[in-house]
């Protein structure tokens, strides 16, 4: 089977994509239930004519809202760090085995849906993921996307294909940022050849 060459760029690609979706809707739930929050708080201060009601009603609302501004902060700076380490080729390769492939359900408050209509997206408190796990005891988080290694000519794929084409036993270059363990990506040695140069 002929091998993809893995080049820095190509990396560099999947790692700006796992720092989205490591980072992306993880504080917009605060967001998307602050205002119907608001609305509750209007209204039950109206509807039952106590505003003491909707003002502690209204409170949450606002904590939530605070809570979001500060989060925002936090991961965007982050982000910024993420993407100057990545652009600093700042990630270390190792060779892992895969030990195996596992769904699980994980508490991570999120927003889910498509459009930027209210009505269309979902804050949930729970995320089905899949996590790779190695030999070493390391282990790899699928990031929620459409097609992995979208560079490639021969080798791009979904996420349930690369679910089903790793298999225990198969050897993966398991690339990660030094900064943030948490962004990296991983690469079958069945597909791919890393050239370092």
């Known amino acids: 089977m002929k091998k993809e060459i893995l080049t820095k760029e190509n990396i560099k690609h999947d790692l700006l994509i796992s720092i989205k ?105 729970t995320n089905d993921v899949y996590f790779f796990y190695f030999r070493s005891e390391i282990k790899w988080r699928m990031p929620e996307i459409r097609r992995h290694y979208a560079w490639s000519k021969d080798y791009y794929i979904s996420s349930e294909g690369l679910n089903n084409t790793s298999v225990s036993g198969n050897e993966f270059y398991f690339i990660r940022l030094e900064s943030d363990p948490k962004i990296a990506y991983i690469y079958n040695t069945k597909f791919f050849e890393f050239d370092e140069y």
């Open 21 to 125: 979706a490591n980072y992306s809707n993880k504080a917009d739930w605060r967001f998307s239930i602050s205002l119907p929050l608001a609305i509750l708080a209007i209204l039950s201060g109206i509807l039952l004519k106590n505003i003491w009601i909707g003002l502690l009603i209204f409170s949450f609302a606002a904590y939530q809202m605070v809570r979001y501004i500060i989060a925002e902060k936090k991961f965007n700076a982050q982000i910024k760090a993420a993407k100057d380490a990545v652009m600093r080729e700042d990630f270390i390769v190792s060779i892992e085995t895969l030990d195996k492939v596992r769904e699980e359900t994980i508490y991570e408050p999120h927003v889910h849906g498509y459009g930027s209509h209210v009505h269309t997206r979902h804050a949930h408190t």
